[in-house]
Each structure stands twice: as C-alpha cells, then as structure tokens.
C-alpha cells in the first residue's frame, strides 16, 4: 500500500480533474472533445429512456390520481419545500465548512446560492454532476483561488458519499430486520450492504494507517499493463484527491467530523420529508418505513445517476419500493 509520510507530504498545488474547468474559447484536444461528445450522446439516450418510463409509469397510475394527490397535499407542498431548501442549506454549510477559514471570504448564503446553481444545472442538463461541479468551482473562483475551490469541493462530495454508504448500510440492515422479503430481494439488500461495509471499512483503515489505496491499485493496474495511458493519465489526480482527503482529515479534524454530520442531517431532512409526505397522502407509516425508502432511493439515485435528472428510473424505482414495502 501506499504510505503516507506526514514530513513528506507537501499541501497539493494543482486540483484533481483542474483540466475539466478549463475556461471556454481554449483549444482542446481532438479525443476529450470525441469523448464528451460520446458521453452528451450516452446522456441522451438514458434521458429519453427514463422518460419513456416515466409515461409509462403515469399511464399506468393514470393522470388523475396524481393531481388528486397534489391537491389533498394542498399548501403543505410549500412544507415540503422548505424541507428540501434545508436540507440543501445543510450542505451548502458543509462544503463552506470544507474551505480553509483563511480563504472563506464569503457567508452561508453565497455559499448556498453556489450549491444551488450547480445543483441546477447537474439535475436540469445532460452533463449531469461533471458540469453542476465544474459551475460551483468557477463561481467559488470568484471568491478564492480555483485550486482551493476544486479541492474543497472534492473533499465535501467525497464525505457525502462516504455518508450515503453509512446511511445505505443503515437502511438495508433496518429492512432486512423488519421485513419478510422474497429471496431476490433479500440477497440483493445483503450484497448492498456488503458494499457499504466494505467501502466504509476500506475508508476507515486507509484513515487509520495512513495509507493511499486507490493510488496503490492504480499503479499495480499500470504495471500489469491494463490500459496504462488512460490510468496514468489519471493517477496524478487520484493522487491528490487522496492527499486532500487526508490532510483534511489529520490537519483539520473538527471540520472533518462536521462536514460528515452536516451531511447526516441532510438525510435526516430527506427521511423527514418522505414521513411527511406519506402523512399528507392519509398514510401512518411506522417510524422505520421512511427511513428504509429514503436509504434505498440512495441506492436507485447512485446506480441511475447517469440520467438526466433520474427522470423515470426515480419514479418507476419508488414504485417497486412502496409496492415491495405495501403500499398502493
């Protein structure tokens, strides 16, 4: 493995993945563009495919039922709202918690207009997060260096996804307890929770020992020779996330632990808002129902997060849950 030398490691000087920021009008060259444009095409496709599933899906639940819904909901959709503005509120303070205190010169609100304007154009375009990302860096660049900004952006969205693992674990064992479950079900929750484990073991040792084990994996696949260009064109970049994540986590420890509960509240937010919109519908789910839907929406959103929006795969996966968890 990869060890870390704390008297060796000098504070990253370049961000990981800075040549995707790259300002319009530079030249690029010819195989990025090809593969962007393969990858605007791939978007494409899975957007027209969630949206056929999507008119699927309300054919068969029929128009009706759905503006009946939407009106018992009546004004406490604006509830609803305020939930999902907290909740991105919560992690607009996480990635302001991640900037170092010596170049946050702005407050929580240029920071939570930053997180929605990225959130905007990752939900509402076919790039997906790769722009949403890219926006959020170039509006911080405003107010900071780009470097720093790349690199605090990385680290919130790395503990994010570190959370989402803990939240996903938490969520298939709740269920696999609570529910009698076919047997496709049943081993799928244990080969879901089995990668949550793993990864936040992995998370937890590399921490601890102060090792770098996506680095070392990646230079054992260049030495076996499978497909050297692409990984070493690569490997400087993984190089850096990684350091980030660990200087941010040995120099800044408190900021570390913060960012991870600010982004816990926000899936606390989003079980609350999924309890309050069954309650609005009539029903009276048990206190863990919400929270295995929620855990295993996580699930659809990081398997289907190549489509636009998650149009269709969202609605049509929220029916096989509610259906399996029996309701209508």
Not at 131 to 156: F, H, I, N, S, Y
Not at 164 to 192: E, K, N, Q, R, W
Not at 227 to 239: A, N
Request: aromatic share 10%; net charge positive; hydrophobic share 50%.
């Amino acid at each position: 493995m990869i060890e870390i030398e704390e008297q060796k490691i000098e504070p990253v000087t370049t961000a990981p993945d800075a040549d995707l920021l790259t300002p319009a009008g530079e030249q690029q060259d010819a195989p990025a563009s090809k593969q962007r444009g393969w990858g605007f095409w791939l978007h494409a496709v899975a957007f027209l495919f969630g949206l056929a599933l999507l008119i699927y899906v309300i054919n068969r639940v029929g128009v009706q039922p759905i503006f009946d819904a939407l009106a018992q909901i009546g004004f406490g959709f604006l509830l609803l709202l305020s939930l999902s503005g907290v909740r991105h509120f919560c992690r607009a303070m996480s990635m302001l918690a991640a900037i170092p205190a010596e170049h946050r010169r702005f407050g929580i609100w240029q920071a939570f207009a930053t997180r929605l304007s990225g959130e905007a154009i990752s939900f509402l375009t076919f790039t997906g997060p790769l722009l949403g990302e890219a926006t959020k860096a170039a509006l911080l660049r405003r107010r900071m260096p780009l470097v720093t900004g790349v690199q605090a952006l990385v680290v919130d969205n790395l503990l994010y996804n570190l959370s989402v693992a803990l939240f996903i674990l938490s969520g298939t064992c709740v269920m696999l307890l609570a529910y009698d479950l076919p047997d496709a079900a049943h081993y799928a929750l244990l080969l879901i929770a089995a990668c949550a484990t793993a990864t936040l073991i992995a998370v937890g040792l590399a921490l601890n020992r102060r090792v770098m084990p996506v680095t070392w994996l990646t230079e054992r696949l260049v030495r076996l020779n499978l497909r050297p260009q692409l990984l070493i064109k690569r490997s400087e970049h993984i190089h850096h996330v990684e350091s980030n994540v660990y200087h941010f986590y040995r120099d800044r420890r408190g900021a570390f632990f913060g960012v991870v509960g600010l982004n816990l509240l926000a899936h606390v937010l989003s079980v609350a808002e999924v309890l309050l919109t069954l309650r609005m519908l009539g029903f009276r789910p048990a206190a863990h129902v919400p929270y295995v839907i929620e855990s295993l929406t996580k699930v659809v959103n990081f398997i289907f997060g190549f489509v636009p929006a998650t149009i269709g795969v969202y609605e049509g996966s929220t029916e096989i849950i509610l259906r399996t968890l029996g309701f209508a």
